[in-house]
């Protein structure tokens, strides 16, 4: 049956992708036939020829790729030859021409409007446009380097579950018009109408800014999650099922109303732990019991890391109550803590509750007395203002046990404490997404030193976490074989046969003052393990370089990562859009087409602008083929045919566009040669347009080169 699915959904693909590019030649077909023009084939795919038939003088086909279609026209491809003919192309006055070049464009700007319309009286399946995610901080692009700057959502007060009524006075449906906004803006500020909480009405000011990950400007909010079940790990113990919906979580219903963030929210305590679901399809509920795994990374990578803490913000509950940067978590409420991940999850729900939370912290190998924090309201949600993280090189203070387990999967696979532990590397197949095996990379004795940054640089470090930090970041997990007096040293990075030599490292842009620091303080087999920090007289701590000395030869040993449980996979969902009354089904197609047109006019110029100036980076942000057919099928698979058919629309409407640029061989190029034809009184020499159609076959080959190498690449990555 699954496979029977997984067909229907390809094939709602293919045909959708087809469906467009006919309706985009049946109007060229039509005006054709009404101009009068002999049309000679009318085709219904490409490809060997299935079915044929001749009617008045029209062969209409259908061939074996149904990917589309095409109109073969009398007089069309024969230049100047056959323009006195009657039926001829070339025969027809300018303005059939036009209407004729101009008939597919039309035909898929109408098809697109009436399918929105169908679509809005069925319940046109959007995502609400309800704040799922506010992000505290972002990284973006300033002077060619990225840096960390306040998001521009939280610094414009928007939180968590508002719901968004207008953008710059224009009413918005789903939670694709906040990103359009954002991408079209070109870094201008947007003024936004939201509601918040029990119908209290806000309006806010924000600014987007380009996010390089995305290519765009964005406003650093993400999408509330729906409570459908949107994937089930077959690896994972457990009777879940794809499209059921969480209603109960350990018997306590879910609200009304309830995003997937709120689901998360009640299933966080659980983690590593049993908990009863209540959950429904149609009409059948049931209940099931699960050890709840998390997501993917937390439910098959349990292995047991230590949690240090890299930031504490000022004035916040955790600065006042004594936690400093470097401290390591041990239990959270008398719970111990498995991963950085499980510690956000052990926090979280009393955070937003406003409960105070005890913590249990190690320092300098000391394991300190429980410490009270109170949370503080920060960027619209109450948090205790910390920062974990477990990421490599990491020496371990400590070993907590896996999560769901009594034991680390580090401890089982040989590791101890005050080991160095310098990478994982997945040992699971190629096409295996959530890896249970790894080869650990660790070093064992030694002593550890620290140098320490200089203030004006330890300032740079916790304003913007620039370039100062990303170089010291590629320091971390290094071995110095030389250092040389002039501030460069001759690196080695272990690998699974050991250490593997690398060129010699400038050190220079560290500074003067901590270049020759740190060489001063290195020497050959040290081990470079990264940023660290020192508890210093303020909250803020003082950022440091630790070094490793004396250790000996890099180990390798396989770790088997320990089952946390059964994972729940919550993702956005589409719910069908409530009309009003029934007209409100044309205001809606309306705002969609036009929002879509708009925005596209919007979006063009800015992929040579400046990122500084809003710009777009047309590699991440661009489909090809490959990426439509991916993303209808996925639509039709997630969410059903009819959220399928709303991005049939939208590609309609996207060829609507690009058929009127004018690029000579699309229909927009045609109807500028008929304009200079119709201003000169004469055709434009059959030379120049050759030569023109070549250039433009260039284009178009290039871009659709460019787009099929991004579709490859995200489809690799």
Request: one cysteine or more; charged letters at 20%.
């Amino acid at each position: 049956m699954e496979s029977l699915a997984n067909l229907g959904y390809v094939l709602t693909a293919v045909f959708g992708f087809g469906f467009v590019i006919i309706i985009h030649e049946l109007g060229h077909f039509l005006f054709a036939k009404w101009a009068g023009v002999r049309v000679l084939r009318f085709s219904v795919g490409f490809g060997p020829v299935v079915l044929s038939r001749t009617v008045k003088g029209t062969e209409y086909t259908l061939c074996l790729i149904p990917a589309g279609g095409y109109v073969r026209m009398h007089g069309q491809e024969d230049g100047t030859e056959g323009a006195r003919e009657v039926g001829s192309l070339t025969a027809a006055p300018p303005g059939w021409r036009a209407l004729i070049l101009f008939g597919g464009v039309l035909f898929n700007l109408v098809s697109s409007w009436l399918l929105l319309v169908c679509l809005a009286w069925y319940g046109m399946p959007l995502v609400p446009p309800v704040v799922g995610v506010v992000v505290p901080r972002v990284v973006t692009t300033i002077d060619g380097r990225e840096v960390e700057i306040d998001g521009p959502a939280a610094k414009a007060g928007i939180r968590r579950g508002d719901r968004i009524l207008a953008i710059d006075g224009h009413k918005t449906y789903s939670f694709q018009d906040l990103i359009m906004a954002g991408v079209g803006s070109g870094g201008r500020p947007l003024v936004i109408d939201l509601e918040r909480g029990q119908g209290e009405r806000l309006t806010v000011t924000a600014t987007p800014i380009y996010d390089p990950k995305r290519g765009a400007p964005m406003l650093g909010i993400g999408e509330a999650m729906g409570t459908r079940i949107s994937a089930v790990d077959r690896r994972s113990p457990g009777d879940l099922r794809v499209g059921e919906t969480v209603v109960a979580v350990d018997g306590a219903s879910v609200p009304a109303g309830a995003t997937g963030t709120d689901v998360d929210d009640l299933l966080s305590p659980f983690l590593g732990r049993d908990v009863r679901l209540g959950l429904t399809r149609g009409a059948v509920r049931r209940q099931v019991t699960i050890r709840y795994g998390g997501t993917r990374a937390e439910s098959e990578r349990a292995l047991g890391l230590p949690v240090q803490l890299t930031s504490v913000s000022p004035g916040s509950g955790a600065a006042a109550a004594g936690v400093r940067p470097g401290d390591v978590v041990v239990a959270v409420d008398g719970r111990p803590v498995a991963s950085a991940q499980h510690f956000m999850n052990l926090i979280g729900p009393s955070a937003r509750s406003g409960r105070t939370i005890r913590l249990l912290v190690r320092r300098a190998g000391i394991t300190l007395p429980e410490m009270i924090i109170t949370p503080h309201e920060l960027a619209g949600e109450r948090r205790i203002g910390v920062m974990p993280d477990s990421s490599l090189p990491l020496r371990l203070d400590h070993l907590p046990a896996a999560l769901g387990h009594e034991r680390s999967a580090l401890a089982a696979a040989g590791l101890e404490v005050s080991d160095t532990l310098l990478a994982l590397k997945p040992l699971d197949g190629d096409d295996d997404t959530s890896p249970s095996r790894f080869a650990a990379r660790w070093l064992r004795g030694g002593s550890v030193h620290t140098v320490e940054i200089p203030a004006a640089l330890r300032d740079r470090l916790r304003r913007e976490n620039g370039a100062e930090y990303q170089l010291i970041a590629k320091l971390a997990g290094t071995r110095v074989l030389r250092t040389n007096g002039d501030g460069t040293g001759e690196l080695g990075r272990a690998d699974q046969q050991g250490v593997e030599l690398k060129p010699a490292l400038a050190l220079t842009a560290l500074g003067p003052e901590l270049k020759d620091r740190l060489i001063a303080a290195l020497a050959p087999d040290d081990w470079i393990l990264g940023l660290g920090w020192r508890a210093g007289t303020d909250a803020a701590g003082i950022p440091v370089i630790e070094i490793l000395r004396g250790a000996g030869p890099v180990q390798t040993k396989e770790v088997a990562a320990l089952a946390a449980g059964t994972a729940v996979f919550l993702a956005t969902d589409k719910v069908p859009y409530r009309l009003s009354d029934w007209s409100e089904a044309f205001t809606l197609a309306n705002h969609q087409t036009a929002s879509m047109l708009r925005t596209t006019l919007r979006i063009i110029p800015k992929f040579f602008a400046k990122k500084e100036s809003g710009g777009v980076d047309a590699s991440k942000s661009v489909s090809g083929p490959i990426g439509i057919f991916r993303a209808m099928k996925n639509d039709a698979e997630m969410f059903g045919f009819a959220s399928a058919l709303s991005l049939i629309a939208f590609i309609g409407l996207n060829l609507f566009m690009v058929n009127l640029l004018p690029i000579p061989l699309v229909d927009g190029g045609q109807l500028v040669f008929l304009a200079i034809e119709v201003a000169m009184r004469r055709p434009v020499p059959l030379r120049v347009q050759n030569y023109a159609n070549y250039a433009g076959l260039a284009l178009i080959l290039a871009l659709m080169l460019f787009a099929l190498t991004v579709d490859v690449g995200r489809m690799l990555s």
